[in-house]
């Protein structure tokens, strides 16, 4: 057997035996594999006559219409102009109004000049918290501390080999 196997070992490799099935139980589950890949094949073909039921559907049922297209969303303005933009900050105002506290957003909103004015703009601003009280101060701590090593660097090349060496040999000894 150990000869048959030994002139046969891509043959069984590749129905399982890698997998930790023997080699003679993989025929008993090829039936298995087959079925389960023919409900997958009818699945899709199901899928794909459905699809096609549904476009014929849909055609029949416009037969005769008139289709025409229109903006998805238009924030029920039919004309939208650049004075009725919406933009990125109109989006995030729950948000930044919810984490107001946090966040610290700044409005700028000069009155309207007149009885019926032609222009008025809103500005807000909202500070990067993380980089400013978070990421800022601590990389001013280590570029401070970095600093207090500049006199490690000469740049003189037998210097910095030197200190290579120490680090190796510093190594070598940790694992000891």
Known sequence: MAGALYQHEEWVISQGWAAGIAPENVAGLLPLAANSLWMVVIAAVGLAFFTAALALLRKALLTGRKVTQAPTWDCGYTQPTARMQYTASSFAQPITHLFRSILRTEHD????????????????????????????????????????????????????????????????????
Do not use: C, N
């Open 109 to 176: 909103f000069p009155p309207p000049a007149g009885l019926f004015p032609k222009e008025s703009e809103l500005e807000t601003t909202t500070p990067d918290v993380f980089r400013e009280r978070l990421f800022g101060p601590a990389f001013q701590s280590v570029g401070w501390l970095s600093s207090k090593f500049r006199w490690v660097q000469h740049g003189r090349v037998q210097l910095y080999v030197l200190y290579i060496a120490a680090a190796i040999v510093a190594l070598l000894f940790w694992k000891l």
